[in-house]
């Protein structure tokens, strides 16, 4: 048993729409997996199947080693899922909520985890706060807290740092990835393009199904994208100019530059042909970037599904 | 393992009474609404009404029946304001409800009481309001012994000596069973605990659902009857609290009587609350927002309201309302405070109302546990 988690065609259907739609998944332990995809791509939906929370209407799996669809108390003991929505009780204090989270999942030495959580989490200045006053990014870190008292095998993290400032943010990559090398596989979902990074392998899903897995390296190869970087006076009009042009996928602003990316090098090249002439403008071509590949991927998604 | 179950149950009682304490405008509620209810009800309950309207249909007239009338006026009871021949006249007015006593002097009863006959004055009471009449009926005796012995006074002194010169046989009309009139504390009971139980219950879950809470909760290894095991333990305390307001209030304020045993009494209120917090649980599964589990708790609580006992007589009630009364625990319920508080009922005679309440309590456990869902869909 080396994998915490596998499904297998994994769907969740509400009315006739598969918002999950035959997902195969496969997490090795200790690993930590970034999941990505647009709004309501069914990041959540899958989360919450994984956890025992929905029932799937098709498809089979096991996590931590126990069947999804008939052993979800025995999952619900061993994991620790951080909702996407804060979802601790905020007219108690954060002491009151840990140590409610305590006795739910039966922890031992009870006070003892409590303060070495409040530590490592730095909660104690607001220990005796109401959860319900704290700030965005106090109730992320009381909520990831909260998930890690009972030393889960397995964190879900349902977009953990949305809010977060970035040096809480580089906080909470610290403690998921000491997390991981004590052992504990995580799943976690974000939009940032350098927490992605910070993963082993990413998964990217749209409308429902993985389009691209792997490591942040291998999912931008597979998109086969080249990338122009055009520098200089009045990019501004080229972007203009070059929107909806079949041949290019992405146009990106950075500063006075201006990234170009497309799937069909010569084409992309063709395209802008034209404005290579230009006086004062610098053309470099540049690796792609993970943001890029997503946005293709988007894109391309959105085509196929019309 | 059992021990696990009873630090869950415990952490969730915990949290509940944590919350609760936090809430203050729900808890004011809880322990205000039974107070003012009994202060709008038991303003029915205390009401001695005096100066009823009084109708006399008079056969004989006399000086006996002037003073008869006269002495009636005088306890304040009676305001006699019609005087008829006609028996029709005399009823029709009770039947509209236009006088609350007819009271007939029969027909030779002067002479009949000065020939030592007895002869004997009817008073008929329109009894559906029987909190109206028990005063004027109670003040009757006092009319017969005091008020025409002073005319019998010379030749007619001898009748003094007889135990009474004439009787009156009063008839309750409409409500022979002769509910009294401290019914209201009973049905008011039932009536506050269900409304606040289910309400409260069904409130505590659908916040929790609409706040989010609820994924996290789910998302624990906690079973559903921990989850109501400790939900309940705060609500129950809260029910005991407003049972024992409504209980001294009734006693100090309106002289309630308890001729029975509060032990059985407290029995049936653990049952009775348990009930009501199962069908809140259930009640919360039905619904997405607090405004539609307040709604759903008012549809739960009218048929309790109004066929329980509580607004009207259950034996005056109509055969179907009987019926669907009888499927309603609140019916139960005030049947038993009834009994305990005011007949002083035994155990054995509390049994054929306890047994159904019990059972009703089984099933809308039985039905929460089966509707609590332990996922998301
Ligand atoms: N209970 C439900 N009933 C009907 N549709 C639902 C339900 N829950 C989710 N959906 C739909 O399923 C789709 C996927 O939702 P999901 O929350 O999994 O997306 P997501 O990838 O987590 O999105 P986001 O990045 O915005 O959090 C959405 O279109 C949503 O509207
Ligand atoms: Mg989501």
Known sequence: MTDAVTVHRLSKIYGRRRVVDGIDLTIPKGKIYGFLGPNGSGKTTTIRMICGLLKPDEGSGTCLGFDLLTQAEEIKKRVGYMTQRFSYWEDLTVRENLFFVADMFGVKNKRARIENVLESFGLHVYENHLAGTLSGGWKQRLALAACSVHDPDLLLLDEPTAGVDPQARREFWDVIHRLAESGITVLVSTHYMDEAERCHEVIYISYGRIVVQGTTDDVIAQAHLTTWRVEGKDVMSIKEKLKGHPAVTTLAPFGDALHISGSDARALEAALAPFRKTVGLTWTKEPSSLEDAFIYYMQRQDRQEG | ?377
């Open chain 2, 1 to 377: 393992m059992i021990q696990g179950s009873l630090r869950r149950i415990g952490a969730v009682l915990v949290k509940e009474f944590l919350q609760l304490r936090r809430d203050r405008p729900t808890l004011t509620m809880m322990i205000m609404v039974p107070i003012i209810q009994l202060i709008l009800f038991g303003y029915a309950i205390n009401t001695d009404p005096k100066h009823l309207p009084t109708t006399v249909l008079i056969r004989d007239t006399s000086l006996f029946s002037r003073t008869l009338m006269a002495g009636l006026k005088n306890t304040d009871y009676f305001s006699i304001d019609y005087e008829t021949a006609s028996e029709r006249e005399a009823y029709e007015r009770l039947q509209k409800g236009l006088t609350q006593f007819v009271i007939t002097i029969p027909e030779n009863f002067s002479r009949d009481l000065v020939r030592g006959d007895r002869p004997a004055v009817l008073l008929e009471a329109d009894a559906t309001d029987p909190t109206a009449s028990s005063g004027a009926l109670a003040s009757l005796s006092g009319v017969v012994d005091g008020v025409i012995w002073k005319d019998l006074t010379g030749a007619l002194g001898h009748l003094k000596n007889q135990s009474a010169p004439f009787v009156i046989e009063a008839h309750k009309l409409y409500n022979p069973e002769g509910f009294s009139h401290y019914n209201i504390v009973p049905g008011l009971m039932g009536v506050v605990l269900m409304m606040t139980g289910v309400m409260m219950t069904a409130l505590a879950l659908t916040k929790e659902r609409e706040r989010g809470t609820m994924e996290n909760l789910l998302a624990m290894p906690i079973h559903p009857i921990e989850v109501m095991a400790g939900k309940i333990a705060p609500y129950m305390a809260i029910g005991y609290v407003q049972a024992i307001i409504i209980l001294s209030a009734a006693h100090v304020l309106f002289n309630v009587p308890v001729l029975g045993n509060l032990l059985w009494l407290s029995v049936a209120l653990l049952i009775f609350i348990v009930c009501n917090l199962a069908l809140g649980f259930t009640v919360s599964t039905g619904a997405k927002n607090q405004m539609q589990a307040i709604q759903l708790s008012l549809i739960v609580f009218l048929p309790s309201v109004l066929l329980s006992g509580f607004m009207f007589p259950f034996r005056g009630m109509p055969e179907w309302a009987q019926t669907i009364g009888s499927m309603l625990p609140a019916t139960y319920f005030i049947r038993i405070v009834r009994g305990v508080l005011l007949k002083g009922s035994s155990f054995v005679e509390l049994l054929p109302n306890l047994w159904p309440l019990a059972l009703f309590t089984l099933l809308s456990t039985a039905l929460t546990m089966k509707v609590y869902r332990r996922t998301l869909d």
